[in-house]
């Protein structure tokens, strides 16, 4: 499904396991910027787990990049969202897309900036009705517990820029993109996927 038929405004991308199980992510718009929320899906039920924490118009450095237009794209059978944004003298962009493999998501961002960042990451909060305190694998992913399935969140690696920090917690994560030694005007870039098991 690409986009909710009854508000223009909203778009989800989803990644549902032959049993049921899996995530989705719905775009909503929120004044000037598309925020997002991620949720579980089983089954019939939907259980909401984590929601971007959005900057304000008045912000050269959001707490997360600032996606003023969102632009849907089938590929195969699943959809994809292209997003696009500007805040101060930077421009972000995105794609968000099912993994290869069920019952994941994966998020590319970039941000080409003019000078020196603020914050340069992707931030959220849980929505959980209650609290969940992850646990870290070693070298693997943040893994929180819910309903009887495991919510995993990790950064991929790329060669080319440097590798996000990721600390996470009971009240959400974020993943934060660190600068490489080349000289301004650049783009950095930051990878991450959220999967269930």
Known sequence: MSQNPAEANEYIVESIREDGVGLFVHFVKQKDRFGHVLALVQGEECTPLFASIEGTDEEDWPDSPPYQEV??????????????????????????????????????????????????????????????????????????????????????????????????????????????????PKTIQWRYQIWVR
């Open 71 to 184: 632009h849907m794209e089938e590929r195969g059978d699943s959809s994809v969202a292209l997003l696009v944004g500007k805040a101060g003298h930077s421009h972000w962009s995105a794609a968000v897309e099912p993994t290869s493999k069920p019952g994941g998501l994966q998020y590319a961002v970039a941000c080409r900036m003019q000078d020196y960042p603020r914050c340069m990451c992707s931030r959220y909060g849980s929505v959980m009705p209650t609290p969940v305190e992850p646990k870290l694998e070693r070298d693997g992913p943040w893994v929180w517990s819910v309903n009887g399935v495991e919510v995993c969140v990790e950064v991929i690696a790329q060669e080319q820029f440097p590798t996000p920090e990721l600390p996470a917690s009971a009240t959400g994560f974020e993943v934060n993109a660190s600068l490489d030694h080349e000289p301004f």
